[in-house]
């Protein structure tokens, strides 16, 4: 089955670059989303990408596709206190369904 | 602009009541989901519905029920509620799109322990 991996942690200095890394198993992805989750709050979506892309920009993020390694990354840059929150990294999975496969999330500790 | 509305925030039951989980979105979606999140993990697919009077199931169906009976409400039964239920459910929707993009708006969610 599909299967989406995150590293659990990630903390940085405000004004540094994060990037977040996600990995996927399904090479039939054909769209592939970073969501924000703050805290008691629900998801929001932050970006996506489409499979024929390496790369999208978007103000502060940059989201990059290795469609070989099947490696998605996500690119914050100078990072501020409020982007701490969880990084989920999702793909679609079926088409019927039209449901999203989550990560376990990334927790991006900001520290000033 | 409400988007998807998700009642109540929090609640607390014992085991073997029942509740409901009430979901609306304003936005005339057509496909909506159930997704349940336990700590430290991503979420899971509990149901889904493709338009009003069409259910599925997902992942982890077993003890909840839905129903659509119009395109805004998307309701969550939990029957015999029991611990393996403590939870944090969250409510989405999404359009009918081309391909396989599929931008999911969430509702706030719904906290729920089971004692």
């Known amino acids: 089955g599909e299967d989406v991996e995150q590293s659990l942690f990630l903390s940085v200095r405000e004004g540094d670059s994060s990037v977040i890394n996600c990995t996927y198993t399904?090479?039939?992805?054909?769209?592939l989303y970073w969501y924000k989750q703050e805290p008691g709050a629900g998801l929001q979506l932050l970006t996506y990408?489409?499979?024929?892309?390496d790369m999208k920009q978007d103000q502060r993020l940059t989201v990059l596709l290795n469609k070989k390694d099947k490696h998605l990354s996500l690119r914050i840059a100078d990072t501020q206190t409020g982007d701490s929150a969880i990084y989920f990294c999702?793909?679609?999975?079926?088409?019927?369904?039209?449901?999203?496969?989550f990560g376990s999330g990334t927790r991006l500790q900001v520290q000033p | 602009n409400a988007g998807v509305t998700q009642t109540p925030k929090f609640r607390i039951l014992k085991i073997g009541q029942s509740m409901t989980l009430q979901c609306a979105q304003d936005?005339?979606?057509?496909?909506m989901y159930w997704y349940r999140q336990d700590p430290g993990m991503g979420l899971k697919l509990i149901y889904y519905?493709?338009?009003?009077?069409?259910?599925d199931k997902g992942e982890v169906p077993n003890g909840y029920n839905v129903s659509r009976s119009t395109t805004e409400d998307f309701p969550l039964r939990l029957e015999l509620a029991a611990p393996s239920q403590t939870s944090v459910y969250f409510c989405?929707?999404?359009?009918?799109?081309?391909?396989?993009?599929?931008?999911?708006?969430f509702g706030a969610g719904t906290r729920l322990s089971v004692l």
């Open positions: 989405a929707s999404s359009y009918n799109e081309n391909g396989q993009k599929n931008i999911q708006y």
């Open positions: 399904d090479s039939s992805s054909t769209y």
């Open positions: 990408i489409f499979s024929n892309m």
């Open positions: 999702a793909e679609t999975s079926d088409m019927g369904r039209r449901a999203l496969t």
């Open positions: 936005m005339n979606h057509n496909y």
């Open positions: 519905s493709v338009g009003a009077g069409i259910t």
